[in-house]
């Protein structure tokens, strides 16, 4: 046996001549492709060459997974077309080189496998992957503004056929190790303990490699393409607009022009160079910084729980529950009696058989998530998290009974959405301890979690909770503790304004339609009958009594009378079958235009109001909160970045005018002047 290493790749040849090359990027915690570890590569690949082996394995040193990807950093504002296309051709001939092996190469994936490193895969011949839960494959570039380009869209239209190829490139979706072995991403899906046997058995016995499907290669054909090429153009157009991200057409037409030519890798080449440029990509490759950052600010604590606590087992508690049960954790939900915890089992079953599949999986998660109307796992959590309605007095007679049965070390948090934590703590003995977590519903889709803080909240109990949301898969942004918080407190002005309109007989359907088309992904009119018209007008209330401004007449008449959206049948809208009765809107652009600004300049207002009282750190953290809890147009890289785009004078001169005509409610807040001299 023989070893060879350098800085990030280790070769070790065993007694049989099989070649076990290992990726461990130094000084990182997660293996991706940087021009570094590409060169390196390219070393070991001419050792190979020079060697001939009896096999290949590849796999990674990382606990955490196989390749994440490309090394993002390196396609941060590059625009530099020829350069960027070099490099590129430069990445696919090295894994050219790698499938043209007269060998049998295998690649070992454990956990993650993205973009490039699923690229990597793809020129092995054979690809086996580990049968836990936390193992995924995918080719997500799209989310970046780009499509995969180190020959990713060749390889996998030609395996896997360009109809299940297309779906995963276009969507960004990672899959599990079964599901990519359903498709023939994966050829063997096996147990961690098995996976090294598996290379050996592979590379002894060269079973078949999987050959194209003589379906796909219809599909395939030139004068079929063209209609396919239509049908997912007409699915990507309900998602996607053009002009707000190129990418996905890009690549279909990189498709319908070129499959099956051999020019093919070169133009997937020249397709992602020209993207990568665009302000669209390197606005998605913000927000990927962005979300990176985010978890990074997790990294400040080393806080780990095994145990939560949970009490309120209505929507938002109970979720919260199957939430946290579902990333793996013992979890006890209190409520007043078993009956009143029961739905929220009922709502975790369905979830575990959604997410889980597997039998056994589902019975064991419903196994750690356990009905405790008598709170005796309150004093062994290693978090609380107190989920009942919101009543200043209710939740602080909780805490006064809970503070002396909960460890010292115990993290106590709140979900309150709109009680400032300052009020809450005064009955507590420790008020330095609390901490708000504040979830979105619904809590299975919700990226963000806000960390709510005061003034008094001790800092490693804040780094302790942002560690806590990120070992539950989420994404934790710091907040000071405030009217609405952040996210709440923007979002409001922008769903009230939409209000206004609507009072004022404008279409909802042409409201709705106006901010889609400025990227949002779904209306505001839309959206707060799917919030709830009584819970708008509740934190509408709450945010005018401290921050001052109008609640629309319209939402306390629609509230009196029942109307309350989605839930009720009506609100806005009426809903049939659970969606909104809309009529076909109109196309009169100054009026959409009109609404877009409207809209858009009272959310902007109250972010730089927040950003002006310190509620969140930054610019970034801002845009973060707002892209990863209400979807703002991520094209656009996030409000504030979007703002920074925007002409001063052109705004005041918006501002003036709709402060004229609409009664006051477009104050130009003060710190504009400061982001845009």
Known sequence: MTEQQIQHWRMITDDENVVWLHLDKSDAHVNTLSSVVMQEFEQMLHRLEQQTPTGVVILSDKSSG????????EFSDRTDEDE????????????????????PSVALIHGYCMGGGTELALACQYRVGVDEPDTRIGLPEIRLGIHPGYGGTVRSTRLLGPLTAMDMMLTGRALSARAGKRIGLFDYVVPQRHLH???????????PVRKTKALHKMLSLRPVRPLLAWQLRKQVMKKADKNHYPAPYALIDLWEKYAGADDMMKQEARSVARLIGTNSAQNLIRVFFLQAAMKEAARQSSFKAGHVHVIGAGAMGGDIATWCALQGL????????AERIAPALGRA???????????????AAMDRLIPDPDRHGLGRADVVIEAIFEDLEVKQQLFREIEPLIRDDTLLCTNTSSIPLQELGECLHRPQRLVGLHFFNPVEKMQLVEIVHADNTDNNVINNAAAFTKQIAKLPLKVKSSPGFLINRVLMPYLLEAAFMVQEGIDPGLID????RFGMPMGPVELADKVGLDICLSVAEILTSH????????LNDYVSSGYTGLKSGRGFYEYRKGKPVKHRAGEDNELIRTIQDRLILRLLNEAVACLREGVVDSEDMLDAGMIFATGFAPFTGGPLKYLHSLKLENQKQRFEEFNKKYGGRFEMDAGWNKLLC
């Open 197 to 207: 046997n598996a290379a050996r058995r592979i590379i002894q016995q060269r079973p």
């Open 513 to 516: 339609k106006a901010s889609v």
């Open 547 to 554: 921050l001052g401004g109008k609640v629309p007449d319209i």
């Open 349 to 363: 079953a369905r979830l575990f058989r959604k997410k889980l599949k597997s039998t056994r999986l589902v019975t």
């Open 330 to 337: 013992t979890v006890t939900l209190q409520d007043q009696s």
């Open 66 to 73: 196989f390749i994440a990807g490309a090394d993002v950093h």
């Open 84 to 103: 960027i296309f070099a490099y590129i051709r430069y990445c696919q001939s090295l894994f050219e080189r790698l499938q043209a092996l007269p060998c």
